[in-house]
């Protein structure tokens, strides 16, 4: 007897299908119907049951956001085994006519009636599990744990980054929000039309949160404020294209001066030769700053300081920035999220 089966893959290549089915159709990134079926299919995970968030659902949230490939084939119930090896390589989640969200192995993950297993393996590529365990125990040797079902973040697999231009750009619109925010503190703002003239790239790169700040008469001081943090930002930009040659732990206050001397240097050459550093590096900082960005979540939800080793704000501002650079629920620079 046929299965039908919807299989939602995460990877940006996914594995030929090579096992014996009746392919029904298959969906990319640049067939508008991919998204209102991911958007309905979120939906879905999120009523069902009780519609109580937790790690489960969560899980399968976040994999439904990364989905690039949405393939619909039949299948016969004994030809199953064959399909297993070709969802894993795809790292895909599959939906049955029953109603049940399941791995590659046929395990459910989530059905209609929200009884949940949660020994049941949610798929990851391998090396973002890799990548998660590796930063686990570096924490770990600095006293600093998260729980264990807290996911990895998206992999090599699966990212699609920003391109190193447009990494460029967006720091050099940081930057120049920056150096505002502390004329605005000295009470001697600059003409805006003094950036457009010394960084013309970076004023056309403003996001319009950045504008509106730019062009403010007299911001709050929590809006100077807000804006002057992001230097912290700027640095795993000015980083992740080679202009800052490491991003030191996440206990120290940037240097601002070095920043802004990088970006007016490199602001007068050309950006179109920037590279971004590998990605497997850029990930490494990535999943590690989720991991600290839980770390001090926690601490501020029990109402207490995180330890003197780490810096909050810093760490809020990087996962900002490298979640930009890795296209976090592909939002702008002004609606980028950080949830831990």
């Not at 096992?19 to 159709?25: A, Q, T, W």
């Not at 989905?67 to 399909?83: C, D």
């Not at 971004?276 to 989720?290: G, M, N």
Request: charged share 25%.
């Amino acid at each position: 007897m046929p299965i039908l089966i919807n299989a939602f893959s995460t990877v940006t290549q996914p594995p030929a299908i090579n096992f014996p089915c009746e392919r029904l159709y298959h969906r990319g990134l640049d067939d508008p119907e991919l998204m209102k079926n991911l958007d309905g299919f979120i939906g879905y995970v999120m009523q069902a049951g009780d519609g109580q968030m937790n790690s489960r659902r969560y899980a399968l949230y976040r994999h439904i956001q990364r989905v690039k490939h949405q393939f619909a084939f039949e299948i016969e119930e004994e030809n199953f085994n064959e399909f297993t090896s070709w969802g894993w390589q795809a790292n895909a989640i599959i939906l049955l006519t029953d109603g049940t969200i399941r791995n590659p192995d046929g395990d459910i993950l989530l059905d209609p009636d929200d009884d949940i297993d949660f020994d049941v393996i949610v798929p990851y590529p391998p090396e973002a599990l890799k990548r998660k365990t590796k930063n686990e125990q570096y924490l770990a040797k600095l006293g600093l744990h998260t729980p264990t079902h807290l996911p990895p973040v998206i992999a090599e697999s699966e990212v699609i980054l920003r391109t190193p231009d447009e990494v460029a750009k967006r720091a050099l619109a940081i930057m120049l929000t920056g150096i505002q925010a502390e004329s605005f503190r000295e009470n001697n703002p600059i003409n805006p039309m003094e950036f457009k003239e010394r960084c013309p790239t970076g004023f056309a790169a403003l996001s319009n949160n950045e504008r509106d700040f730019i062009y403010s008469e007299q911001p709050t001081e929590q809006d100077v404020i807000d804006m002057s943090w992001k230097y912290e930002a700027l640095l795993p930009l000015q980083w992740a294209i080679n202009w800052q040659s490491e991003l030191p732990f996440a206990d120290t206050i940037c240097d601002v001066s070095s920043l802004v001397d990088k970006g007016m240097q490199h602001s007068e050459q050309d950006i179109s030769k920037v590279t971004l550093r590998p990605i497997s590096e850029l990930l490494d900082a990535l999943d590690l700053h989720y991991r600290l960005h839980w770390i001090t979540t926690d601490f501020r939800m029990k109402g207490e300081q995180p330890p003197a080793s780490i810096i909050s704000d810093v760490i809020q501002e990087r996962h900002y920035a490298l979640n930009w650079l890795t296209n976090f629920e592909n939002a702008d620079w002004d609606d980028v999220d950080t949830p831990t």
